[in-house]
């Protein structure tokens, strides 16, 4: 079946624009997390939605972080007004609730000039 | 909160053993995570422990003591492939279930 998918695969975009990245999780999956992930570094948690739950939205680091999965399926995390310090990859998984063995989407690498 | 410890760089020798290390506290531990990460790629999973002792998969292994909250990943007979970042998480019960992941461990495999 198919897997996570995120697009875009790639976003260069202006400091003080604001970007839209999307992920498509697995049918079926009732957990998705947001990660952000830096050249060379580990995991950053950003947001965790599960089922019908308030998503847990300790991971975000800034009021201009936002995210909101419509109908239980896809998610957009959205940042307004990008700094250069949010460029990295933004990855994205899914999981069911039984397992929660996170099957993680390609990434999105943002770049902000 | 949770804090999950792990080194930051290994290395090692083609055909050899290396164990990977990781320690943790968190409360409501639900389990615990081994994932792979190859440079520029998603990280894949390879393991879970959820109740003490040695789950053994191929030439991956994972051992967790929820005592002393530890638990190493053995890679036996290591291959150039294998080298790659290894990230353990856990899983907690914190207003619903949630995974954090350490920092990983980059693994160099020298021939």
């Known amino acids: 079946g198919a897997g996570v998918s995120q697009s875009p695969s790639n976003k260069v975009t202006e400091k003080g624009k604001d970007v839209e990245l999307r992920c498509d999780p697995i049918?079926?999956?009732?957990?998705l997390y947001w990660y952000r992930q830096s050249l060379g570094q580990g995991l950053e948690f950003l947001i965790y939605f599960q089922g019908n739950s308030a998503p847990d939205k300790s991971g975000l680091p800034s009021d201009r972080f936002s995210a909101e999965r419509t109908g239980g399926s896809v998610s957009t995390l959205t940042i307004q007004r990008t700094q250069q310090e949010d460029s990295a990859v933004y990855l994205c998984?899914?999981?069911?609730?039984?397992?929660?063995?996170?099957?993680f989407g390609p990434g999105t690498r943002l770049t902000v000039l | 909160g949770q804090n999950i410890d792990q080194p930051t760089e290994m290395t090692a020798t083609e055909g050899a053993i290396v164990q990977i290390n990781c320690t943790y506290q968190?409360?409501?531990?639900?389990?615990l995570f081994w994932y792979q990460q190859h440079a520029g790629e998603a990280p894949t999973f390879l393991s879970y422990n959820v109740l003490d002792g040695l789950e053994e998969k191929g030439r991956f292994s994972s051992f967790l003591s929820r005592s002393k909250g530890y638990s190493y990943l053995l890679l036996k007979e290591l291959q150039m492939k294998d080298s790659a970042s290894y990230l353990c998480?856990?899983?907690?019960?914190?207003?619903?279930?949630?995974?954090?992941f350490g920092a990983g461990t980059r693994l160099f495999v020298k021939a």
């Open positions: 998984a899914s999981s069911s609730v039984n397992t929660d063995t996170q099957y």
């Open positions: 968190t409360s409501g531990f639900n389990g």
């Open positions: 049918s079926g999956h009732t957990a």
């Open positions: 998480a856990v899983r907690a019960l914190a207003g619903g279930f949630k995974t954090i």
